[in-house]
Structures are given as structure tokens and as C-alpha cells.
């Protein structure tokens, strides 16, 4: 459709599904991703740990943001008309932008073209609002009203900070991320957006498979490059190995139970999207790890092994503890279903101290992870199923 009014959608919306848009716009963020992910290796493969990861979570910040940002807003308003497409295809363009600057900002702490990007992306989704504002009236006016001057003052403060002082650009940095956080919760306190739990938890769900994708596909590369530079495919196979079953591990986890049932008003969702920050992160973050352990191997990283082991595995376990404590655990039952993923979690982050083969050994605990909880599930329920046939009986 060429123009219709912006109007909300109904939460109750049946066969609600991500839109082709919407599925182009997280294969962009890869790039941001890809970049953020690159930078972190570098980092950690010269023994720059402590500024190599507080970079990663800045310039991460700003591509989890800007994607959640978007994805929540389009999950209440998408139309699918020419101007939301234009709206967003500039927002896209941002995103691009934004990638470009993610080197500098990460090394030289010269957040330019990041600012520029970012801007970009920020005033296409000022003036959705802005356009939805105009197509509501009451609460919801207000709302889209409220989150229009929150992007507008946050967007001046990124813009202030290109001139900050460079030593307190960081601190800086964290004042303004507490205030994008505050813009939903001061916007939503008296009107919840209709956005959809159903739409929601298949966008969080599509994102986390394109992030683990982007980890596969940097570590194949990494694997590649080495096999080719150095032929050492005695110490590949078990870092490509634990890799991969910790990614796999990672996927089944994460889908293993129906996320959208919980998310049934802002209380439950803003804590659920916020933490998505971590799994997010982590998650990309082990494809960096899995880089370094094999930068290792070959004799490339300037760390001990230890240090590299400990990029896969500490990722690895933010991943499973966050998963469980933003949903798994609400569809546990028993001590030991509960202590499966927390369990797992330690586990997996002592790996780092056995070696060698300390990602294969991860990767393994990831796959016992997932096995002891489908057997604890499958138990449950055929347990059920004999408690039924005795009553009945």
C-alpha cells in the first residue's frame, strides 16, 4: 500500500509472523555484529582483555539497541506501507553506517561515524513515532509522544559526546545508556504499546539463530585460515569440535522452551528484552572466543592458554546462565531440572583450566547439558503419563 493511517496493532493478532522487511533488517545488523566480533578478537589475541571487552559491550550496545529499538516499535506499528518501508530501509542504511565506525570506535575511541550512523537510525525511528503519534489519540498519543522527545533528548546527548573530553567519553557513554533504557519504561508507565508476545519471542528467537550463524561462520573462517597457514589440524579438530557442539548446545537450549507464554505485560517483558543484551552478546562473543583459541593453537595469540580458553568458555556460560534465568527456569520443576543449565554454566567455565582441549571439554558439557535435560523431561512426563493410566485404571 502506497499510504495508510499509523495505527496500532492488535495483540491478539492471529498468525502473527516476522515480516520479509523485518528478516532483512536483522541480516544487516550482521554486519555490526561481524565488526563488533573482529574487533574482540583482535583485543583479546594481544592480551588487551579489560579494554577489548568493555569496546565490544560499548560498540554492542549500540547494534543491540538500535535492533530492539526497532523490532519492539514494529511489533506495534508495522503497516507495511511505502513510508514504513522507506522509514526503515534508512534505518538499515544507519545501520551500515554505523558498522563502518565500529573499528575506530573500538581502537581509537573515536566515535564519529558510529554517532553519524547511529543518528541515522535514531531520527527514521523519531519520526515512526512521531507518525504513529499522529494516528493515536489519548494514552497512546502520549506514549509514541514520550518516546519521540526521549530518542530526540538521548540523540543530543550522543551527538554532545563527540566533543566530551576523550578520558570521560566512557563514563559518559554510561550515563547515556541508562537514559535509553529509562525512554521505554517512562514512555510505557501509563500506556503499554501493543506489541505482540508471539511476534516478539520469534524476533528475539530469529536474531539469536543469525548471531550463532554469524559465530559459526567466524569460526569456520578461522579454522580455514589456520588449516591453511599452518596445516596444524591435530590441534583444530577439538577446538572446531567443541566449538561447534557448544553452538549447537547453545541453539537447543535457547529454543527449548515457548518464551512468548511469559511475556504477557511490560513487567515481564523489559527485564526479558534488556537480558537479551547478554545472551545476545555472549553469543556472539563465543565465535570471537573460538578465534582465539585457534590464534592460540597456531601460535598467533599473545596469551596464555588459560586466558585463551577462558574467551570461549566465559561467553559460553553467560550464554546458559541467562537463558535460564530470563525463561528456562520458569518451566522447570524439581531441584534437578533447575540445577541442569547453573550446573552446566560452572562447568563450562572451569574448562578453561584443562588445557588444550578445554573447548572440547566445554562442548561437551554443553551436550550433557542438553541431554540431562531432555532425559529429566522426558522422565517427567512419562511419570505423568503412569500417574494418568493408574487413576483411570
Known sequence: MAYVPMTARSRDEEHRAATPLELFFDLCFVVAVAQAGRQLV????????????????????????????????????????VPYRLATLVQISGVLVYSAG?????NDNDWTVAVVGYLVMRVALTL?????????EGGARRCALTYAVGLVICQAGWVA??????????????????????V?????????THWHPHH??????????????????????????????????DVLLPIAAGGLLIVFAAWWIYFAVPAHDRLGSN???????????????SAAAIGAGIEVAVEHAVGKAHVSTVAANLSVTVPAALFLAFVWLLHSRHFKHGAAQQAVLPVAAVLILLCAWTGSYAVLWAGLV??????????????????GVRREEEVSS
Open 42 to 81: 583482535h583485543a583479546l589475541a594481544e592480551g588487551h582483555p579489560g579494554t577489548g571487552i568493555m569496546g565490544y559491550l560499548f560498540v554492542f550496545f549500540g547494534v543491540w539497541w538500535a535492533w530492539m529499538n526497532f523490532t519492539w516499535f514494529a511489533s506495534a506499528y508495522d503497516i507495511d506501507d
Open 200 to 233: 516478539i519471542a520469534e524476533r528475539y528467537g530469529l536474531f539469536t539463530i543469525i548471531v550463532l550463524g554469524e559465530t559459526i561462520a567466524a569460526s569456520t573462517v578461522a579454522v580455514q585460515s589456520a588449516l591453511d597457514e599452518h596445516e596444524a589440524l
Open 128 to 136: 515512526q513515532w512521531l507518525r504513529a503519534a499522529a494516528g493515536e
Open 161 to 182: 559526546l563527540l566533543w566530551a573530553p576523550e578520558g570521560s567519553r566512557r563514563w559518559l557513554f554510561l550515563v547515556l545508556v541508562v537514559a535509553e533504557l529509562m
Open 102 to 106: 565500529i573499528p575506530r570506535a573500538f
Open 267 to 281: 513487567r515481564e517483558a523489559i527485564p526479558w528484552g534488556y537480558g537479551h543484551f547478554v545472551i545476545f552478546a
Open 184 to 192: 521505554p519504561v517512562v514512555a510505557e508507565r501509563h500506556h503499554q
Open 366 to 383: 554443553a551436550a550433557a547439558a542438553v541431554a540431562a535435560g531432555v532425559t529429566l523431561v522426558h522422565r517427567e512426563r512419562s511419570e
